[in-house]
């Protein structure tokens, strides 16, 4: 019999594992305790593998549900926009200063739904420092300010919680 057997009974110290002196190793007594114990182990082990896969589980259904209703509070922000456009397009003889007043208050109501669901504007002043981050060179010219600067933007660019949804596109100006 091994002393250091972690499957054997500590003494009332904590010494470690002990037998007692007049009981022979293979005693029924000492078998029925370590089955005991091994019972009691697998017992715990079982019912922590459980206990994880139920916790798998629900986390695989939580991401689950947070992929298919991600998009529910953008869609939700951009149903005022448009009901701005169906009721533009109900106005039978409208005229062009009122389409345009309603097209400027339609993009502000766009502009603010973006915004609430961190969908931010990319367009840098000319002179601003290209950004291969932020940016796309559409093309390369000659001009009278810094070289690798942006000298006209010609689409503007957004990012979605700081991560680039489309790189803004710019014309930059050439090395000399």
Do not use: C, W
């Given at each position: ?6 499957s ?8 470690g594992?002990?037998?007692a ?17 091994h019972?009691?182990l ?7 593998k ?25 869609a939700e ?12 397009i ?6 062009p ?37 932020l ?7 000659p001009?009278?300010?810094?070289p690798?600067?942006?000298?006209a ?5 957004y ?13 930059v100006s050439?090395?000399?």
């Amino acid at each position: 019999m091994n002393a250091n057997d972690p499957s054997l009974p500590e003494d009332a110290n904590g010494a470690g594992p002990t037998v007692a002196a007049n009981e022979p190793a293979s005693s029924p007594a000492a078998q029925a305790d370590l089955e005991s114990r091994h019972a009691e182990l697998s017992d715990a082990y079982l019912r922590a593998k459980a206990e994880a896969e139920n916790t798998r589980r629900r986390a695989e259904e939580e991401m689950a549900k947070a992929r298919k209703f991600a998009v529910e509070s953008f869609a939700e922000s951009l149903l005022p926009v448009r009901d701005s456009l169906e009721a533009a397009i109900a106005v039978p003889a409208a005229t062009p200063e009122q389409l345009l007043e309603g097209v400027h208050a339609t993009l502000r109501q766009l502009t603010t739904a973006l915004e609430r669901n961190k969908v931010v504007e990319v367009n840098p002043p000319a002179g601003a420092k290209f950004d291969p981050h932020l940016h796309q060179a559409i093309s390369v010219v000659p001009a009278a300010q810094e070289p690798n600067t942006v000298v006209a933007v010609l689409q503007k660019g957004y990012t979605i919680a700081e991560r680039v949804l489309r790189p803004a596109l710019v014309t930059v100006s050439a090395s000399a």
